[in-house]
């Protein structure tokens, strides 16, 4: 078996990767256990050293990565830029805080001494998707790498030159041999992966069918796991927002990567009195932005990851249309041997619609109608998923309650699109997963949280 990449802005295939028998991948993992039993030993000053010059590398080379990741998956090339300097980012954070998170804490009982440490647990399996091929691995390493684990990445099968890239990452900056190893295989090998004696954990970012399937193998193997699963944000557009800045974020979140993010907008639930006007401004900005070469500076939206991937978006968009969603902007394929997919605005959008009821991974944004606030916070909660949603609002005070009490998702935000950041955790509930990542929480997920007491 190979893994291929293929440019999915032309369809030409870029190159083959043999892909490593199972063997070899036992193999990898026992030499990632040795290399822990002693990476697990040194001090978190050693392990910044390492981690400050894997950020320097990074921002060393972000161009030829963001070249990369704009051939193998279609991401514009300056977002590609930006993505690299956020995974340096996270590395730095991770080399300044990671000691502080895990400090051991004293607990008054009446032992002598008592005391919660953070120990590493081993190797840990990363499951990464191909729509942010570097930061989707990086928000994890750098933890791992900083809480002493050591990890084994199986990238999207799409993304190969990516997931080669970051190992040699890895090694350019010194780490020790097999802490991080990348392994060529396809998802059929997985579960034979979590098998593996020396597998202590493991973390998807993926959909929610393969995390399903994930959870299930883990479950089995009394195995930790950490999934972050798709989503259906919410955006919710009151009567009082600045309706120009409310239409530019939306647009903004959702397109960036080309609309295939799990925390890009996707429902703007817009109260009634200002959703014509919103739709407007909406899909004007929606018009403005330019379909084209990734690697073109102007271009705003590059082709969809794959065409297989751009055809079922159009199917849910199709079928939405069906059950009576009116198009206003975009929902037709241009011709060609490509995977472009143009952005797409669709309005009238009620449940039972895939636009309404499913996850859109591409440019297309569903508009609907909110009888008021409290009609427009239940559509927002009116799903499966729960991973980020976004309330604008010229009250900011009334923003932050409904954020902080009132949506139901992982990350909550006010005037502003849902991103990630080092500093905070980022995560799901309901269909959208569990644990966290980032911040102190995510360094503390992969650790055993162990409990010292002396009399």
């Not at 008054?108 to 942010?132: C, D, H, R």
């Not at 609002?393 to 080092?422: H, M, W, Y």
Request: hydrophobic share 40%; net charge negative.
């Amino acid at each position: 078996m190979k893994l291929t990449s293929v440019n999915p802005a032309t369809g030409q295939k870029l190159h083959e990767y043999p892909s490593h028998p199972i063997a070899e991948v036992n193999s990898k993992i026992d030499q990632s256990h040795q290399a822990w039993l002693e990476w697990k030993n040194t001090s978190f000053e050693e392990r910044a050293v390492l981690l400050n010059k894997m950020a320097d590398l990074l921002l060393s080379r972000k161009e030829e990565f963001g070249l990369l990741m704009a051939t193998e998956m279609g991401k514009p090339f300056r977002e590609g830029v930006a993505e690299i300097e956020k995974c340096a980012t996270c590395c730095t954070y991770y080399a300044r805080h990671a000691k502080e998170h895990l400090r051991d804490q004293l607990i008054q009982t009446e032992a002598s001494k008592s005391y919660v440490s953070f120990q590493p647990i081993g190797v840990v399996l990363a499951i990464m998707p191909w729509n942010f091929p570097f930061w989707q691995v990086f928000r994890f390493l750098a933890p791992a790498l900083a809480a002493g684990n050591c990890g084994v990445l199986k990238h999207a099968s799409n993304v190969p030159g990516c997931a080669v890239a970051i190992e040699e990452v890895v090694k350019q900056s010194g780490f020790p041999d097999h802490v991080f190893q990348t392994l060529l295989v396809g998802s059929a090998m997985v579960e034979k992966i979590m098998e593996h004696p020396f597998i202590q954990a493991v973390t998807l970012t993926g959909s929610t069918a393969a995390g399903k399937q994930v959870a299930r193998k883990a479950g089995s193997l009394v195995k930790k796991s950490v999934l972050e699963l798709g989503g259906s944000d919410a955006y919710i557009v009151l009567e009082d927002a600045d309706l120009e800045r409310a239409a530019e974020t939306c647009v903004s979140s959702r397109l960036i990567n080309n609309g295939q993010s799990c925390i890009a907008a996707k429902r703007f639930i817009v109260v009634e009195p200002v959703i014509e006007k919103f739709t407007n401004l909406f899909v004007d900005k929606m018009k403005a932005k330019k379909m084209g070469d990734p690697l073109d500076p102007a271009t705003d939206i590059g082709p969809q990851a794959r065409a297989d991937l751009r055809d079922e978006l159009h199917s849910q968009v199709q079928d939405s249309i069906a059950k009576g969603a009116k198009c206003k902007l975009g929902g037709e394929i241009p011709p060609g041997n490509h995977a472009f997919y143009p952005p797409t605005v669709l309005t009238n959008v009620t449940p039972g619609m895939p636009a309404y009821d499913e996850e859109l991974f591409g440019p297309v944004a569903a508009i609907i109608s909110a009888k008021d606030e409290n009609d427009a916070i239940r559509i927002a909660n009116d799903s499966m998923f729960g991973l980020g949603a976004a309330v604008f609002t010229s009250d900011p005070g009334k923003g932050e309650e409904i954020a902080a009490t009132r949506l139901q998702a992982g990350s909550c935000f006010v005037n502003e699109r849902v991103q990630s950041d080092s500093r905070l955790p980022f995560g799901g509930i309901r269909q959208s997963g569990y644990g966290r990542e980032l911040g102190d929480f995510g360094i503390r997920e992969f650790v055993n949280i162990k409990t010292v007491f002396i009399r």
